[in-house]
């Protein structure tokens, strides 16, 4: 794999239309590369040095699966599938996260993500679920809770060794950052964030703890993709119309990530302006190229997230569709 580079040569991935009249073009990058680390696709700078941002959270939640902990802090399927996501706050969701912090005897108080504005609780932070997660590996291990967001803390040092391993980077070459929830976040080459997201869909070859480990993140995702992100958004339905075939998990400012089961596929899109719709759309892009959706599953995901632009009071002023070699 190249070493990372600043964001150059990035290729168009999505124009959009005002009417008649070309109105946008977003430029970024792609990548897939299957789980022995083999390139199977790539469109602008592979090597795109990237925040993971929520696209690590199958991967933060690692420790709590790899760990012999007793029984009482083990996760639920269900709650080991919040962790991985980003929620959008429904009632399900609120009442996983809270039965996350019952088990890691913790409060909302506790989380270290914030509220969002007008919220009074940081529970209902989209963040929240990782959070407890995390929360309830420091409870299990005996480790303090306060503190856990600190890079140094015993949990943060963990997560970063268990991602440099998976995507064999040494840790003087990646930026450690931090998140919009301030959990630290590693940047790595995009080409590397793939490469998670194929570990991710076919775990071969690894060491058994963390094989099994990601085995019981991406089969907790397949199994409750409401959980992963919530009603009618890009995660859960990739997940619901492929029939788990394909995880999705998006982050913040314009990175869409992809796990193909069957072909242990992992993809990684990078959208230069921070538009996550974009990249959610350039990611189904390289899925229909690479012919890993069919076509009845990529026509009923482009009607909803390739669909016709409308305004405030639901006219079609406009399209959005896949540019260059995505077309």
Same mark, same amino acid.
Request: glycine content about 10%; proline content about 7%.
């Given at each position: ?21 070309? %109105? ?51 996760? %639920? ?14 009632? %399900? +969701? ?30 209902? +932070?989209?963040?929240?679920?990782? +959070? ?139 959208? %230069? ?55």
């Amino acid at each position: 794999m190249a070493t990372a580079t600043p964001a150059v040569n990035a290729k168009p991935l999505v124009l959009s239309y005002r009417g008649p009249v070309l %109105e946008n073009v977003f430029f970024g990058h792609a990548v897939a590369y299957d789980a022995h680390g083999r390139r199977l696709f790539s469109l602008g700078n592979s090597a795109r040095l990237t925040p993971v941002r929520s696209c690590l959270k199958p991967f933060q939640a690692l420790p709590i699966l790899m760990d012999e902990v007793p029984a009482h802090f083990r996760p %639920e399927e269900r709650e080991l599938a919040i962790m991985c996501g980003s929620h959008a706050a429904e009632a %399900e +969701h609120l009442a996983t996260v809270r039965a996350i912090l019952s088990r890691a005897g913790a409060g909302e108080g506790e989380l270290g993500c914030g509220a969002p504005p007008g919220k009074g609780s940081r529970i209902y +932070h989209n963040c929240s679920g990782k +959070h407890s997660g995390m929360l309830l590996w420091c409870a299990a291990r005996g480790f303090p809770k306060q503190g856990y967001l600190d890079p140094q803390h015993p949990l943060q040092e963990r997560i970063l060794s268990e991602v440099l391993k998976l995507s064999r980077s040494v840790r003087p070459e990646v930026p450690v950052l931090v998140d919009g929830c301030g959990a630290p976040v590693p940047a790595l080459p995009l080409e590397k964030i793939a490469w998670l997201y194929a570990q991710l869909a076919k775990p071969t070859g690894l060491p058994g703890a963390l094989a099994a480990g990601l085995t019981k993140a991406a089969a907790a995702m397949r199994a409750h993709p409401v959980l992963v992100s919530g009603t009618g958004l890009f995660d859960t339905r990739v997940n619901q119309v492929t029939g788990g075939q394909v995880i999705a998990k998006c982050g913040a400012d314009g990175l869409a990530c992809l796990a193909h089961r069957d072909s242990g596929t992992g993809i990684a899109v990078k959208s %230069e302006a921070p538009d996550i719709p974009m990249a959610q759309a350039a990611a189904l892009g390289v899925l229909k190229r690479l012919s890993l959706l069919s076509a009845a599953h990529y026509e009923t995901l482009a009607a909803e997230f390739l669909a016709p632009r409308r305004n405030s009071i639901g006219q079609d002023v406009g399209r959005v569709q896949l540019a260059g070699e995505l077309a």
